[in-house]
């Protein structure tokens, strides 16, 4: 079982700056790949970011030059710093890993963008 826990989100005016962290806890020896998704309402749930244990990141065009992933694996811990917020940014956004065949969620942390 791997438990992971959100925080960071917020309000924030466009154009401002806010940084998501993940915790993870539980069996953390096998994670790789972890990820952020974000869903707006009416909308479905959508990858914006994901990183390998190395490092490796991967974006969602939309988010590409203004948001970030980032990783400590002696904290076990994962990034999204989010800058130049646009309001079609607004979400909830949730962390991910997944230990085959088990797909694991955070509870969310609602990120709102006013215009």
């Known amino acids: 079982q791997v438990q992971l826990v959100e925080s960071g989100g917020g309000l924030v005016q466009a154009g401002g700056s806010l940084r998501l962290t993940c915790a993870a806890s539980?069996?953390?020896?096998?994670?790789?790949?972890m990820a952020w998704y974000r869903q707006a309402p009416g909308k479905q749930r959508e990858l914006v970011a994901a990183i390998g244990r190395v490092g490796s990141a991967n974006y969602v065009d939309s988010v590409k030059g203004r948001f970030t992933i980032s990783r400590d694996n002696a904290k076990n811990t994962v990034y999204l710093q989010m800058n130049s917020l646009k309001p079609e940014d607004t979400a909830v956004y949730y962390c991910n890993t997944v230990q085959t065949p088990y797909v694991y969620w955070g509870q969310g942390t609602q990120v709102t963008v006013a215009s």
């Open positions: 539980g069996s953390i020896f096998s994670i790789g790949v």
